[in-house]
């Protein structure tokens, strides 16, 4: 079976002035430095802050080994689109990954499954993994739809064969849980991550997003097709991140 080590990353969303941004990039590379073998957390950590803060952050973490991420990029290399980055900016400042179509995005900026899909694209040209965001609102939970809802998403919004063509990454945040404080219950979580696996195949590292924090990520983490989890406010904290992350089986 392929070997998918856990992944464990922060979405700090529009937070972090350069004050509180650097002093919690700083604490988890100095956790990351000082933790002897057996306090080192088992998974691989990847934090990903706003634009403004990704040179600093990149610089501050150098060597630790925790990676760094954008939350988003534009489809083209460059060129006269005001206000957006493109895939090799996020590259530039030394990113390896990039987190796409999140529900804030989808919902908030109406970015559909085909722009999304664009954007997956532009992220392997550029050499960034992907991490591609999908989940269903309340609704379409309560209507029996979470599956075909989540389903019709990854098909319109990943390239063909994506999986094959590179490292990818796929993270379930059903929209009802994100800041809710409400995670979604294990079992919602096995049954989705398992549909997800057989539709994604062994190589695809699965995340869970949505309300993970210290005292439920053990649980959520030892699933058998969780391969992580996309947290979000709870990292914004050193000790609960920390501690998420300390928390892979
Ligand atoms: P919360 O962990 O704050 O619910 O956010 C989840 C999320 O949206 C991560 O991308």
């Given at each position: 079976m392929t070997e998918r080590k856990k992944l464990v990353a922060g979405n700090w969303k529009m937070n972090g002035l350069r004050a509180?941004?650097?002093?919690?990039?700083?604490?988890?590379?100095?956790?990351?430095?000082?933790?002897?073998?057996s306090d080192k957390p088992r998974c691989a950590m990847l934090v990903c802050p706003?634009?403004?803060?990704?040179?600093?952050?990149?610089?501050?973490?150098?060597?630790?080994?925790?990676?760094?991420?954008?939350?988003?990029c534009h489809p083209a290399p460059k060129g006269a689109?005001?206000?957006?980055?493109?895939?090799?900016?996020?590259?530039?400042?030394?990113?390896?990954?990039?987190?796409?179509?999140?529900?804030?995005?989808?919902?908030?900026?109406?970015?559909?499954?085909?722009?999304?899909?664009?954007?997956?694209?532009?992220?392997?040209?550029?050499?960034?993994?992907?991490?591609?965001?999908?989940?269903?609102?309340?609704?379409?939970?309560q209507a029996g739809a979470a599956w075909a809802t989540v389903d019709a998403q990854l098909a319109a919004s990943?390239?063909?064969?994506?999986?094959?063509?590179?490292?990818?990454?796929?993270a379930y945040e059903p929209v009802w849980a994100i800041g809710s404080g409400?995670?979604?219950?294990?079992?919602?979580?096995?049954?989705?991550?398992?549909?997800?696996?057989?539709?994604?195949?062994?190589?695809?590292?699965?995340?869970?997003?949505?309300?993970v924090n210290p005292g439920n990520a053990a649980a959520i983490l030892a699933l058998a097709d969780v391969d992580g989890a996309l947290v979000g406010g709870a990292s914004l904290d050193a000790q609960a991140f920390w501690s998420i992350a300390r928390s892979c089986p």
């Open positions: 509180d941004g650097l002093a919690l990039a700083g604490e988890l590379g100095r956790r990351m430095g000082s933790a002897d073998a706003p634009a403004t803060l990704l040179a600093s952050v990149a610089a501050m973490l150098a060597g630790s080994g925790i990676a760094l991420g954008g939350q988003d689109f005001t206000g957006d980055l493109s895939a090799e900016m996020l590259a530039d400042a030394g990113c390896s990954h990039v987190i796409l179509g999140h529900s804030e995005r989808r919902h908030g900026h109406g970015e559909s499954d085909a722009l999304v899909r664009e954007k997956v694209a532009a992220a392997r040209r550029a050499g960034l993994v992907p991490v591609v965001c999908v989940g269903e609102t309340l609704e379409q939970r990943l390239p063909e064969r994506a999986a094959e063509a590179g490292e990818l990454i796929v409400l995670a979604a219950s294990l079992e919602d979580i096995a049954e989705m991550h398992a549909a997800l696996r057989a539709r994604l195949g062994a190589a695809v590292r699965i995340l869970y997003g949505g309300s």
